[in-house]
Each structure stands twice: as C-alpha cells, then as structure tokens.
C-alpha cells in the first residue's frame, strides 16, 4: 500500500471564480469554474490557457462569507443559572485514607483520550488535586465524570495543603505537575507521573505550607521557569535566582505564596510578581517598595498601558501603580487580627466597562472599586484561616461577571453588581487555607463546571454545573492558582511571549474570556474542499484546494489546523496535507485558499476530506457557536485504482 507526501504550495498565477466550482475537476473537461481571466470561457479557451496533461497553479482567493446570526447575541443571556452537583470524587481506590483536598483544583489535559498520541487540548481534561489524610498524593482523575484515576503519584513529600502548576516545561508536548515539597523544594512529574526533577532547598523563599507555584517564560526563549515563592527555578530544577524581599505571602501571619510572573511595565519582559516588590529572572529587584509582604493580583486599573497590583495583607487591601507606590488602601469587610485576607480576583463585577477587585476574609467577601471604596460585601463564614481565594466567570453570558467563593461550609455565587445571592450550596465543607473554586469545562461538553475542593464532612472534589447544560463555554485548562488566561496555552504550553492579560481581558483568577461585552459573539469555522484536480492522475498525482472560512462575529486569532484527509482503498486514513494557520481568520471571511499536492499515490486514494480544528469528531482547539460543520468531503470522482 502506497502512502502520500504531501505539499503545500503556495499559488498565484491565476484567478478562480468559485461559481459552480464543485462541479469542476480542473480537467478543463466542462468545467467552468477555473477562468484565468475573471470570467468563463468555453472548453476551446481552456485548450488554449491550460495544459489539460499538467494541475495548474491557481488561485483562489480570500473572500467574504455569509455569518451566522445565532453566534452573535447582544445583551441577551446565553442560558439560565441552575446549578447541580455533575458529579463528585469522594474515594479513592489507592491510599484511600488520603481523601482530603485543601487547594485549588488545576485543570489540564495530561492523558491521550483520543488515541492520536499526545494530550492537548482536543482531549477531555483532567483534575489535579493533592489530597491529604494517611499521605500526601497527587491524583489525576479524568474530568468525565467517571471518577477514573489516571494518576496516583505517591511517597513525593509534597505539601499537603499545597498547591500545583501544570505546564508543559519541557516542550515534548505534555503537561507536567509542578508542586511544592515538605522540605521546601520543588518538584516536577512527567503525564505519566515520572518524577523529572527535584530542585535544590528553597527554604528562603518559600513559606512551608500550602505554597502555589506559578509556570512561565521569563525570558521568552521557550524553555519556561518555574515561580515559587521569591525563588525562580529553571524548567530542569536549577535555581537561577532568589528575591530577598516578599515571596508573596502575609509574612509572619498565615501560609502560603502565590507568586507569579506579569509583564506589569509593558516592555515586552515578564517580571516575578509579590506583594511588595518585583523581581528579575536572576531574583534581582526592579523595585521594593518597603510595604509589607502580601498575595498579590494585577489588573489595569487606570489610563495608562501599565499594570497595577492589588495586595491583601493583615486584614488590608491596597492598589499599588506599577512602581510601587501605594494608590489607595482599605480595611477588608471582616477581617481583623486574626482574618487576614484571601488572594485577590479582578474582573469587571458590574458591566461597566472597567475592572474592580475582590478579596474574601473571616466573615465577609467584599468587591471594590479602583479607589479602594467598597461596592459591596456579602456574608460568609471563614474562621478557620480568613485567607480563601475566589474566581469570577459569566456563566449566563449576560456580560457580567459572578464571584465564585467556597468558604467553611457552603459554595457561594455572587451576582457581581450588587452581591446578590445566586447559589448557597451546603454540599461543601473545607478547613480552608488558600485554595478557591476553579472554573473549566472539565468534561468537554462545551460548558463550563465549578470544580470545588473539598475536607470534613465532604471530601475529595465536587464538579457543579448547570441542569439545563445552558452555561456559557469555557477553557479546558485551569492551570495554576495565580491564572490568568494568558498564561497557558489551551494545550498546556507555555507561550514563550503571552498576550498581556490585562489589555485583552483586564481580569485575574478568572475565566471569563466575555464578561463587559454586553453580550457575545462567537467565531464559527468551516472548511470546503473548493475543487480537486485530476489532470496528472496518469502520473499518480492530484492537486486539491482547500478554504477556511469564519461565519462567526469573533475573528479567529487562535492557531488552528486546516488538513485534508485521504481514506485509501483498504479503508484506511491518512493526513496528506496539513496548515497551521497562525493568521487571523476575520470574521465573515474566508482565506485565500490553501493548495495541497499529492506527489505520489493518488490512485490508492478514494475519498477526500477537508477539515478545520479538528472536524467534527470532538473538541478543537477553538470554542465556536456551532462545532459540527468543521468538515467537508469531496464527492466528485477521484483517481482510478491503480
């Protein structure tokens, strides 16, 4: 059985008018479609303009498309807000005295669902928790809902209560697990749950006890660094440097760090991010402002390109400007002596175009405006530490934002203009330190989940969603607790030079890629085999033509893959001719189409089929209002068996 080379070729000799052009086989044998000049000519100018022995280079050209009225919806809601427990993993078939979960469930694909060897972003996700009780492990659990335990890495001295970060730190195109150990190391797992590394001690810069470390590329070469704390570490485990101010942590208060890395500045360089300095790659100071230590976030807050960063700390909350200095301050609705105050979230809560932040404490889960006056606040119960986090999603797609907060006992949604109550869900329990609620679409059914980390009464995890399954879509990665969307890849690669958050979506802990819209739109990607020639068929060989088009409202910036598809005479399949396409697709327009060239083997070939972000059979890469058009066949004939 031949198989086939293919290659792209880029064509412009001619012109193409697409009218009737499925009848066509470029054989100039009555086809009309193919016109070198812009217009038909009968099959005696074809004589003249084409060799009917050779495929000839041609054509065709970008162009507008019909756009699809359901992918654009103004200021009306996606769906309704009902929520249900999905499903919950509470037992667990290995160590299963390990059952408790105190930190922020990461979300990423680590395990080859569909067969096509690797796990990225058309897989389903899974769930990465460390659970606690008879020992430490770190579990993987397929977000189908099935419960599956992919992963039981067990005796990897981790943190408890710790954190992890997925990523792919080592560019072989699998996610990895980052976690913080009891002895103040780092470690990394490979997808199958190979220990890769363990770092050197980080006692410095790392607290002990529930540390989140944070996966980027600091200095854009393509081999990400690994923050914890004030330490930064190489994607192999070496320590390249360590701050000497905060780590991103209320020093001497409570546990944890949930440091990170932002290009705060906009120099196009990302800096390691605490509560009252920023770092280099090496650990050395840009600046320390001389303020105490906190858990940072950072949104834009003002009219300039820069970042602000907003700290909690010993029951406060301040806004400082990218060089530091202190903008406003505020005492959190109900902390004190002893609630100091959770990570901060940013997001647009009302709608109004610019961005607030969020902090929850002992008693209260409060959102502020830029000036550090409270919108409002709203009661929870969080004796225990005072410090839990919190995310923001749009689950309507009405264009505002929710906060979703876990405290002691309950699962709360907050309406983000006013607080107002829009779920109180007692199937949840937790002792709570730094951990929060993460949002995903964990099972790939184009909706986004709550996964909830739970220890007491409940343990292990609980995945909320919507009973109407009406929830706007949602990333299939959560990878870190310092997450911005930016960050991470759909993938779980780590982009060597991210998008700046905060001037694409200005939010933080958050995964809501539409809140402040007023609405939504959505791309929606097709593909179309536009002719296929037959002419060299004697020589084995065939030429195809294959566009993208976007009837979406959204343009298409992702990179997504155009392909076409070949079933043999044995039944058998094969990609002969592939485009990542990296350039923007404009809503309601098509590319200039891509020419692909079978150079040997076409008479095996019985069936063509072109395909966009994956076709039909699952997810891609790219959310779009309608997913089951990204394919097409070619139903003219073909080469004759050879």
Same mark, same amino acid.
């Given at each position: 059985m031949r198989r086939l080379s293919a290659l792209l070729l880029l064509a412009a000799c001619s012109d193409y008018n697409l009218?009737?052009?499925?009848? $066509?086989?470029?054989?100039?044998?009555?086809?009309?479609?193919?016109?070198?000049? +812009?217009?038909?000519?009968?099959?005696?100018?074809?004589?003249?303009?084409?060799?009917?022995?050779?495929?000839?280079? @041609?054509?065709?050209?970008?162009?507008d498309v019909t756009q699809t009225d359901e992918c654009q919806v103004e200021g009306d809601p996606v769906g309704s807000f009902t929520p249900v427990v999905e499903w919950? !993993?509470?037992?667990?078939? *290995?160590?299963?005295?390990?059952?408790?979960?105190?930190?922020?469930?990461?979300?990423?694909?680590?395990?080859?669902?569909?067969g096509d060897g690797d796990a990225d972003e058309n897989d389903i996700p899974d769930v990465v928790v460390v659970t606690y009780g008879s020992e430490d492990v770190i579990r993987v659990v397929s977000g189908d809902g099935s419960g599956? =335990?992919?992963?039981?890495?067990?005796?990897?001295?981790?943190?408890?209560?710790?954190?992890?970060?997925?990523?792919?730190?080592?560019?072989?195109?699998?996610?990895?697990?980052?976690?913080?150990?009891?002895?103040r190391t780092l470690v990394a797992y490979d997808h199958n749950g190979t220990r890769m590394w363990t770092s050197g001690n980080l006692s410095s810069a790392m607290y002990g006890t529930s540390d989140n470390p944070a996966i980027a590329d600091l200095d854009g070469d393509g081999n990400p660094e690994i923050i914890c704390g004030a330490a930064i570490v190489s994607n192999t485990g070496a320590t390249l440097g360590t701050g000497r101010a905060g780590i991103g942590n209320v020093a001497g208060n409570n546990v944890g760090?949930?440091?990170?890395?932002?290009? %705060? #500045?906009?120099?196009?360089?990302?800096?390691? *991010?605490?509560?009252?300095?920023?770092?280099?790659?090496? +650990?050395?100071?840009?600046?320390?402002?001389?303020q105490s230590d906190g858990y940072p976030a950072v949104g834009n807050f003002d009219s300039d390109d820069k970042g602000e960063i907003v700290v909690t700390v010993g029951g406060k909350i301040r806004l400082q400007d990218d060089d530091g200095t202190v903008l406003c301050s505020a005492d959190i609705p109900g902390a004190g002596a002893a609630y100091y105050g959770g990570p901060p979230t940013v997001a647009d809560f009302d709608g109004d175009g610019e961005a607030e932040f969020a902090a929850a404490a002992g008693s209260r889960y409060s959102v502020f405006e830029r000036d550090c006056s409270v919108v409002w606040q709203a009661a929870t119960q969080d004796?225990?530490?005072?410090?839990?986090?919190?995310?923001?999603?749009?689950?309507?797609?009405?264009?505002?934002?929710?906060? *979703?907060?876990?405290? =002691?006992?309950?699962?709360?949604?907050?309406?983000?203009? #006013?607080?107002? *109550? !829009?779920?109180?869900?007692?199937?949840?329990?937790?002792?709570?330190?730094?951990?929060?609620?993460?949002?995903?679409?964990? #099972?790939?059914?184009?909706?986004?989940?709550? %996964?909830?980390?739970?220890?007491?009464?409940?343990s292990g995890f609980t995945v909320f969603g919507? !009973?109407?399954?009406?929830? @706007?879509?949602? @990333?299939?990665?959560?990878?870190?607790?310092?997450?911005?969307?930016?960050?991470?890849?759909?993938?779980?690669?780590?982009?060597?030079?991210?998008?700046?958050?905060? =001037?694409t979506y200005n939010n933080f802990r958050s995964g809501d890629i539409y809140a402040g819209t007023g609405g939504y739109i959505l791309p929606d990607l097709s593909v179309t085999?536009?002719?296929?020639?037959?002419?060299?068929?004697?020589?084995?060989?065939?030429?195809?033509?294959?566009?993208?088009?976007?009837?979406?409202?959204?343009?298409?910036?992702?990179?997504?893959?155009?392909?076409?598809?070949?079933?043999?005479?044995?039944?058998?399949?094969?990609?002969?001719?592939?485009?990542?396409?990296?350039?923007?697709?404009?809503?309601? @327009?098509?590319?200039?189409?891509?020419?692909?060239?079978?150079?040997?083997g076409a008479g095996d070939i019985t069936k063509l089929l072109g395909r966009v972000d994956?076709?039909?059979?699952?997810? $891609?890469?790219?959310?779009?209002? %309608?997913?089951?058009?990204?394919?097409?066949?070619?139903?003219?004939?073909?080469?004759p068996d050879r």
């Open positions: 009218e009737n052009s499925k009848g $066509g086989n470029g054989d100039a044998e009555g086809d009309t479609a193919f016109d070198p000049e +812009g217009a038909n000519h009968s099959d005696d100018d074809y004589e003249e303009d084409v060799d009917p022995d050779v495929c000839e280079p @041609r054509t065709i050209e970008a162009r919950k !993993k509470e037992a667990w078939a *290995v160590q299963a005295g390990s059952n408790q979960v105190m930190m922020m469930p990461a979300v990423g694909s680590l395990n080859d669902d569909d599956t =335990e992919l992963l039981n890495i067990r005796n990897s001295g981790v943190q408890g209560q710790g954190g992890v970060a997925l990523g792919d730190i080592d560019n072989d195109g699998w996610t990895d697990i980052v976690a913080p150990t009891n002895q760090t949930t440091s990170f890395a932002y290009d %705060i #500045d906009n120099d196009g360089v990302q800096e390691v *991010v605490v509560g009252n300095a920023l770092y280099k790659r090496n +650990g050395t100071a840009i600046w320390s402002n001389g004796a225990s530490s005072g410090n839990t986090g919190s995310s923001v999603f749009d689950f309507e797609g009405d264009g505002v934002a929710e906060a *979703v907060y876990a405290d =002691e006992t309950r699962l709360w949604v907050f309406a983000g203009p #006013d607080g107002a *109550v !829009k779920l109180e869900s007692k199937q949840h329990t937790n002792a709570t330190w730094l951990e929060y609620p993460a949002v995903a679409d964990v #099972d790939a059914d184009g909706h986004a989940e709550i %996964i909830v980390a739970n220890t007491g009464s409940y919507d !009973k109407a399954d009406s929830w @706007r879509s949602a @990333r299939r990665v959560w990878n870190q607790h310092a997450y911005t969307i930016t960050n991470v890849n759909d993938d779980g690669s780590i982009p060597a030079k991210p998008a700046r958050n905060l =001037e085999v536009d002719d296929v020639c037959r002419d060299e068929c004697d020589n084995d060989r065939l030429v195809a033509w294959v566009s993208v088009m976007n009837h979406g409202f959204e343009d298409v910036t992702t990179e997504v893959l155009v392909e076409l598809v070949a079933t043999y005479s044995d039944g058998s399949e094969a990609v002969v001719g592939s485009t990542a396409v990296t350039e923007t697709i404009p809503a309601g @327009r098509a590319l200039q189409a891509f020419e692909y060239a079978v150079e040997s994956g076709g039909n059979a699952g997810p $891609g890469n790219l959310t779009e209002c %309608i997913e089951d058009n990204n394919q097409e066949r070619w139903t003219e004939d073909l080469c």
